[in-house]
T-cell receptor, first 111, second 110 residues
């Protein structure tokens, strides 16, 4: 079993839709939860992160962490064609700085 | 303000050869990590260096090695290249939760 599970998609939505991206994990030591966006053939770009449980909002993006269920989510409101990319969740513990990534979900937003 | 820079951006090597990849972190960052991303997968942790010392190593063979220099730049070396080493090699500057990645080096082994 992988430490972090993420549906690879692709997830296709029309412009303006609300998008929900999710990851589950098995390691209860994880304390940091990050979301990265990766365009084709580019490096991952940090979108936002949360520490421990709770919600965090940044513009059209909202990240949620439910540690009791070992489940994290990223919501994108008013999705745009420019949001079309692969979204990677990543996690780390407080000691060792290694990040553990999901496989990434490919998102396609059509005009 | 310069981000994370990696060089080269692309290269093609033959099986059995050696390769050196380079990374310059964001100014002020003392931590550099290396990741391998195979097509269709998430990045896999290879090494982390902090203040020129190895802080961690992922599940990669001894053919992979790295070092960090006094100016905090870093090199990743891979010996005896295999076809399976073909991937995007990413360098990350800074540690969790604010780890910033470079554009990567795309290595093709033929």
């Amino acid at each position: 079993q992988k430490e972090v599970e993420q549906d690879p998609g692709p997830l296709s939505v029309p412009e303006g839709a609300i998008v929900s991206l999710n990851c589950t994990y098995s390691n209860s030591a994880f304390q940091y939860f990050m979301w990265y966006r990766q365009y084709s053939r580019k490096g991952p770009e940090l979108l936002m992160y949360t520490y421990s449980s709770g919600n965090k909002e940044d513009g059209r993006f909202t990240a949620q962490v439910d540690k009791s269920s070992k489940y994290i989510s990223l919501f994108i409101r008013d999705s745009q064609p420019s949001d079309s990319a692969t979204y990677l969740c990543a996690m780390g513990d407080t000691g060792f700085q290694k990040l553990v990534f999901g496989t990434g979900t490919r998102l396609l937003v059509s005009p | 303000d310069a981000g994370v820079t990696q060089s080269p951006t692309h290269l093609i090597k033959t099986r059995g050869q050696h390769v050196t990849l380079r990374c310059s972190p964001i100014s002020g960052h003392k931590s550099v990590s290396w990741y391998q991303q195979v097509l269709g997968q998430g990045p896999q942790f290879i090494f982390q260096y902090y203040e020129k010392e190895e802080r961690g190593r992922g599940n990669f063979p001894d053919r992979f090695s790295a070092r960090q220099f006094p100016n905090y730049s870093s090199e990743l070396n891979v010996n005896a290249l295999l076809l399976g080493d073909s991937a995007l090699y990413l360098c990350a500057s800074g540690g969790a939760p604010e780890a910033f990645f470079g554009q990567g080096t795309r290595l093709t082994v033929v």
